[in-house]
């Protein structure tokens, strides 16, 4: 089962360890496809690797092509993920979002708003890990 993970990049790093912690709970069940997203310092290492940004975007939306389900931790805010979202949406791709009230920013309404994507609040990973991991299970 391959698992389309959404962190932010250049909306923010501030919560990569974050990711990292969430991708590996989530590799426990199946292959994550962006498990570069909970890396630290990813973009030094794309632009080592040469991809461009459109590389970037059209690898991107390749993987969540072949995605089983999207998870997302948006409490970061980030163009990118709001896109990944919206076209896994479109392709209906099941998408779970986790977020901590605690952050800095709301939750867009475009997220908590839609009908098509659930939201789970949590303050630490091991508070979402069952229900994380029950609706990676559920969309195999
Ligand atoms: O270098 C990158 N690599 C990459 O895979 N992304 C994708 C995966 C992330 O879920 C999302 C982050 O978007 P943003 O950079 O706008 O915060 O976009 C985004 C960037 C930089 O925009």
């Known amino acids: 089962m ?64 072949q995605a089983d389900c999207l998870v997302a931790e948006v409490s970061t805010p980030s163009l990118g993920v709001g896109y990944e979202i919206a076209r896994a949406v479109e392709g209906e791709t099941p998408v779970l979002c986790l977020y901590r009230p605690a952050a800095d920013h709301d939750l867009s309404a475009m997220i908590r708003g839609s009908d098509a994507i659930s939201v789970l609040e949590y303050e630490t990973p091991a508070d979402v890990e069952s229900e994380l991991e029950a609706f990676v299970q559920r969309h195999r």
């Open 2 to 65: 391959d698992v389309f993970f959404s962190g932010s990049i250049r909306g923010g790093r501030s919560d990569v360890g974050l990711y990292a912690e969430l991708v590996e709970i989530i590799e426990r069940h199946g292959t994550v496809l962006t498990e570069h997203v909970g890396v630290e310092d990813i973009e030094a290492k794309e632009e080592a690797e040469g991809l461009s940004d459109a590389d970037i975007h059209d690898q991107d939306v390749a993987w969540l092509r």
